[in-house]
C-alpha cells in the first residue's frame, strides 16, 4: 500500500497558525500601549495637554509610538532569526531566511505598521480596513497563503518542522 510522499519543500503555515501568532503578539503591544497611553494621559494632563484634539492626543501619541514599536521589531525579529515571539510560539518562521533588511523592512511598513494610525479618528477606519485586507487576503491565496506584505518581500511564512 503506498502512502502519500511527504511534501516537497516548506509546508505552508496555515491562517489560524498566523493569526494566533499575531494575537499572542498583539496582546503583549495591547500591554504595552496602555501602560504608555495612562503615562502620556498623566503627562499631557500635567502640562495642561490633556483636552487638545478633543482629549485623543495621548491615544494618538500612544498608537504611533506603539505601532511604530510593533514594526520596528517584527522588522528586527524576522531580520534576526527569521521568526517573531509568536511564531516562534506557534512553531512557524519565515521563508526564505537569508532575505535582505530591506525586503523585510518593507514588509513591516505594510503589515504591521499600519497600526500606527488606529489612534487617529477616520484614519483609523482606513488602517483596519486595509490590516482586516491582509489577512483576507491570506485566507484567498490558496495553496500558498501569503498576505501582500508577503508578495511585497518574496517571503512565505512556513511551519518549522525541526
Not at 126 to 136: E, I, K, R, S
Amino acid at each position: 500500500m503506498a502512502g502519500t510522499p511527504p511534501p516537497s519543500g516548506p509546508v505552508p503555515a496555515e491562517w489560524w497558525e498566523r493569526l494566533a501568532a499575531r494575537l499572542i503578539e498583539a496582546l503583549v503591544f495591547g500591554v504595552f500601549y496602555y501602560i504608555l497611553f495612562i503615562a502620556l494621559w498623566g503627562i499631557f494632563r500635567t502640562v495642561g495637554m490633556s483636552e487638545m484634539f478633543g482629549g485623543r492626543l495621548p491615544g494618538v501619541f500612544s498608537w504611533a509610538v506603539a505601532g511604530a514599536a510593533y514594526a520596528c521589531y517584527d522588522w528586527l525579529a524576522h531580520s534576526r532569526r527569521g521568526r517573531t515571539f509568536g511564531k516562534a510560539i506557534m512553531r512557524i518562521r519565515l521563508e526564505p531566511r537569508d532575505l535582505p533588511s530591506r525586503s523585510l523592512l518593507k514588509r513591516a511598513l505594510v503589515y504591521p505598521a499600519p497600526v500606527m494610525l488606529m489612534g487617529i479618528p477616520v484614519v483609523n477606519l482606513v488602517a483596519g480596513m486595509l490590516l482586516f485586507g491582509v489577512g483576507l487576503l491570506i485566507l484567498i491565496d490558496k495553496p500558498l497563503e501569503r498576505g501582500p506584505h508577503d508578495r511585497l518581500a518574496g517571503t512565505q511564512v512556513v511551519k518549522d518542522l525541526r
